[in-house]
């Protein structure tokens, strides 16, 4: 079992900054790719960006050149600085880990989750 546990949310006004961290305890692996996930009220759980080390990082078209994800393997942690923030941003942010090492936007193709952490941008 992988255990994972996101911290760093908060709220923010528009055009500022966070990051997300991303701890993972238990069975991990390097190799797992690693995925972020956001859920705003009333809406599907959707893509942010992921990680492998077979497959690079990708990120969702409403995020590229504002998200940044990085990977400290040494740490077991996963980051996620989010600059340039809009209140669009608003939602539920969720760490996910897979066992396959390969990136993917589906949220099926992950194995575990965090219990997620509240990011709320103010306009």
């Known amino acids: 079992q992988v255990q994972l546990v996101e911290s760093g949310g908060g709220l923010v006004q528009a055009g500022g900054s966070l990051r997300l961290s991303c701890a993972a305890s238990?069975?991990?692996?390097?190799?797992?790719?690693m995925g972020w996930f956001r859920q705003a009220p009333g809406k599907e759980r959707e893509f942010v960006g992921a990680?492998?080390?077979?497959?690079?990082?990708y990120y969702a078209d409403s995020v590229k050149g504002r998200f940044t994800i990085s990977r400290d393997n040494a740490k077991n942690t996963v980051y996620l600085q989010m600059n340039s923030l809009k209140p669009e941003d608003t939602a539920v942010y969720y760490c996910?880990?897979?066992?396959?090492?390969?990136?993917?936007?589906?949220?099926?193709?992950?194995?575990?989750w965090g219990q997620g952490t509240q990011v709320t941008v103010s306009s």
């Open positions: 996910a880990a897979g066992r396959g090492s390969y990136v993917s936007r589906w949220k099926g193709d992950y194995d575990y």
């Open positions: 238990g069975r991990t692996s390097s190799s797992y790719a």
């Open positions: 990680t492998s080390w077979s497959s690079g990082t």
